[in-house]
């Protein structure tokens, strides 16, 4: 079995976990919540959610992943000849996601600036589909759990692109001002008379939250604990028929698969098939 996205569904399914950073720091494993989510998404991919031999499972992770990120360049992390995962925490379902210098992709490209040198050498690669995974915590606690594709979630890069130029043509357009080279919106330069001091004009750019994008689509619970995946057909097809058969195999009250259409991003008024996941507790 490949590792891919229905993997992991069906570790989230079959292997549960209660409270989240309890579970983490009992292995010494998290420090904060953000700890503990980012570690429980690595091992439901690796299927290391239960292994507590540290050393088995750092190399599980290594043939899983690789590329293991960090806080200030997307992505989180990189499934080995697979898709990029960009992890989220928030702690109101309802939430929009701060993404800060980085707008949100419907695909992640080897020659994105804002990529890493080292996440841009981890493999030969050119372009990777990328998860947005949107953790809802609450104190200790993961309440919500929503999975999905940027192509399902964010416009082509062009549109963002778009707009960023744009206002980056008009910032630098100021007279009577010193800029410098930068990868953000601007960069004024000797602002003082010692001409010591700059300013740095960054763009902070948010999404609003998938529970809400997709609130067409499907209505939260108040359960427990409530994990949803939404995959476009094309993507859902293009897994492996034995990886699709096992997770199908699951589907019980509480697991269900569901055929759905979603909107287009680029032109919403375009429909498109998807799979809608669901697991509640």
Known sequence: MNVNILVAISNIVTNQVGEL???????????SMGD?????????????????NEQVRLEKLSRTFSYLGNQNNPPDM??????????KKIENPRSALALNSSYPKAKLYA??????????NCEEWIEKDIIYSVGVVNKN?????????????AASSDIYERIKTVISTGVNSIPSVEFG??????????????????LRIR???GIENPVKVFSYAYTPSNND???????NIDKYNSFANDDRKALEKLVNDSFTISDIKIKEPDNPCKLKDAKLIIFRR
Request: glycine share 8%.
């Open 21 to 31: 950073k309890g579970f983490y720091e009992s292995r010494n494993r998290a420090n």
């Open 36 to 52: 503990a989510l980012e570690n429980y998404i690595k091992d439901i991919f690796a299927g290391t959610l239960l292994e507590t």
């Open 78 to 87: 990189i499934i080995r000849n697979g898709d990029a995962i960009e992890v």
């Open 111 to 120: 020659n994105n600036r804002m990529i890493s040198t080292v996440c841009r």
């Open 141 to 153: 606690h993961l309440s919500k759990l929503f999975f999905v594709y940027g192509v399902d979630y």
């Open 181 to 198: 080279e930068t990868k953000e919106l601007g960069r004024v330069n000797r602002v003082d008379p010692l001409g010591i001091t700059y």
């Open 203 to 205: 763009g902070m750019w």
């Open 225 to 231: 604990f409530e994990f949803v995946a939404i995959i």
